[in-house]
């Protein structure tokens, strides 16, 4: 069987960890700075008292004035998070996270392990902690499985067998679908409101009309694909942190410190040589918020200067000063070494040649003013429009 954990609210629920207070109280997520004013997460008072996440925080505070706004807290979301995940692959489970808050896990190799289906999803519900509310939904296929995790309540267990599949995915409705709202408004129009209506729709019908999206979201409704849950690799482990003795705004001098992890991060004799494909950097400020941005790169590398182009300048996107910086190698690759061509490739010589006249005809002249000639109409009777002067920087 393929189960999905999901703890909704995951994200503000992690920032009220250290306030456990307000979990009692009409809260919600603040939004992120610069960011359209729409609520987060909110909780159960505030949801009672009528404010709704996605709501618009100026309607939010004058439907409850005693609303409380959080402040987001993603770097402690991770570590929760990435907490929970790795207690229930100490449990046995093979883990596939989608999301904070979501995650697939394989039961058919544990079972007799912790003597069948049922035991094991408590064991899964063990492990996560009775203080987060999980909702466990298992079935044959991953959307059932994902459908009854989101309708169970908190601290539920919901099994779907493949035959009840379609008769519990019917009333659903059209929310539980990855639709864009204005796909999902076209087939209310047309009077489909339900994960069942959309099933019964025929499939050339809903492809001519809602395009890929829309046959992605039918085969979903009528079941989905009984793909396998693939787990995660393991993460790296390493991490430095620099402490402040006084917050710091200053962005020199968070570059520099940034810097300076960097350096004792590529000498960590825990890296092995190998190259880094995921880094993330965070950052505690000033009144207890947190600060994060990850960077995933296309070429593995262990350069500095190439890491230190790729997050320090997200050092200026900080809200508020610094009291601790914090950097993290999330992926590593396997392989110590690269495979180099053994033999160049056709004409690599002569567009090697031709990139570096480029490059000095744009240093002296400017950019545009080595132009390439594109037909966009040959058919055209007039000579000016056959052909367009396209500006070449490559």
């Not at 009775?130 to 309708?151: C, I, K, M, N, Q």
């Not at 430095?240 to 004792?264: C, I, K």
């Not at 004409?347 to 594109?374: F, K, M, N």
Request: aromatic content about 4%.
């Amino acid at each position: 069987m393929i189960a999905c954990l999901s703890i909704p609210g995951f994200e503000l629920r992690a920032s009220l960890r250290a306030r456990p207070r307000l979990a009692l109280e009409p809260a919600a997520l603040a939004p992120l700075e610069g960011a359209e004013p729409l609520l987060g997460p909110v909780t159960a008072a505030a949801e009672a008292a009528g404010v709704k996440p996605g709501m618009r925080l100026g309607e939010a505070l004058a439907m409850c004035p005693s609303l409380t706004l959080v402040e987001p807290d993603p770097a402690a979301a991770e570590q929760e998070w990435e907490a929970i995940v790795r207690r229930l692959e100490d449990s046995g489970f093979s883990v596939e996270p989608v999301g904070l808050g979501c995650a697939y896990f394989e039961t058919r190799g544990v079972e007799r392990l912790y003597g069948g289906l049922q035991r094991a999803l408590e064991r899964a519900q063990e492990a996560v902690g009775s203080s987060w509310d999980p909702r466990v939904g298992a079935a044959e296929r991953r959307f059932a499985a994902l459908a009854a995790s989101t309708v169970a309540r908190p601290g539920q267990i919901l099994v779907v067998s493949d035959e009840q599949s379609p008769s519990f995915l019917a009333p659903h409705p059209l929310t539980l679908l990855p639709l864009e709202a204005g796909r999902r408004r076209e087939l209310q129009d047309l009077g489909v409101r339900t994960v069942g209506g959309l099933a019964a729709l025929p499939d050339a019908s809903v492809a001519e009309r809602l395009g890929a999206d829309g046959r992605r979201a039918h085969g979903l409704a009528r079941g989905g694909s009984k793909r396998r849950v693939r787990g995660r690799r393991p993460p790296a482990e390493i991490v430095e942190t620099l402490a402040f003795p006084e917050a710091v705004g200053n962005e020199l001098t968070l570059r520099r410190a940034f810097a300076a992890l960097l350096e004792q991060m590529l000498a960590r004799p825990e890296r092995g040589g190998r190259f880094i494909r995921k880094v993330a950097l965070s950052a505690r400020l000033v009144g207890g918020g947190s600060w994060r941005r990850t960077a995933t790169l296309r070429d593995p590398t262990a350069e500095h200067d190439r890491l230190k182009a790729a997050l320090a300048p997200k050092l200026a996107e900080l809200t508020a000063p610094v009291l601790e910086l914090r950097l993290e190698l999330v992926d590593l690759t396997e392989s110590r070494g690269n495979q180099l061509e053994l033999v160049r490739a056709e004409g690599a010589v002569v567009r090697s040649h031709l990139r570096e006249g480029l490059r000095q005809v744009r240093a002296s002249t400017g950019s545009g003013s080595v132009c390439t000639i594109v037909e966009v109409s040959p058919w055209s009777r007039i000579p000016e429009s056959r052909a367009l002067l396209v500006p070449r920087d490559e």
